[in-house]
Nanobody, 125 residues
Framework: QVQLVESGGGSVQSGGSLRLSCAAS????????MGWFRQAPGKGREGVAA???????RYADSVKGRFTISQDNAKNTLHLQMNSLNPDDTAMYYC???????????????????WGQGTQVTVSS
């Protein structure tokens, strides 16, 4: 059973930085795509970034150049470095995973089979 546990959320002022982490366990196969999604109150779930087993990444246009997704060599921990945060980044951030050789488009969160409980990020102006 795959389990994902996020950490690192918090409150920060506009222009600040946060680093989210996602501890993963229970993988059965090595080809795994992992991603970060976010959901603000009253809005749908939005794809932020994703990375596959070969290290190929995808980013939403809204975070390109500001956010960086990475994973450790053992693929047990996923990170999201978030810089130049602004109030529009305020949301609950979720870690997600699926068994796949490459990641699906970020516009398709339904493709992801495993989800964490989320960690809140709040950016004040």
């Amino acid at each position: 059973q795959v389990q994902l546990v996020e950490s690192g959320g918090g409150s920060v002022q506009s222009g600040g930085s946060l680093r989210l982490s996602c501890a993963a366990s229970g993988y059965t196969y090595s080809d795994v795509c992992m991603g970060w999604f976010r959901q603000a109150p009253g809005k749908g779930r939005e794809g932020v970034a994703a990375i596959d087993s070969d290290g190929r990444t995808r980013y939403a246009d809204s975070v390109k150049g500001r956010f960086t997704i990475s994973q450790d060599n053992a693929k047990n921990t996923l990170h999201l470095q978030m810089n130049s945060l602004n109030p529009d980044d305020t949301a609950m951030y979720y870690c997600a995973a699926l068994y796949a050789g490459s990641c699906p488009p970020l516009t398709l969160p339904s493709y992801y089979d495993y989800w964490g409980q989320g960690t809140q990020v709040t950016v004040s102006s």
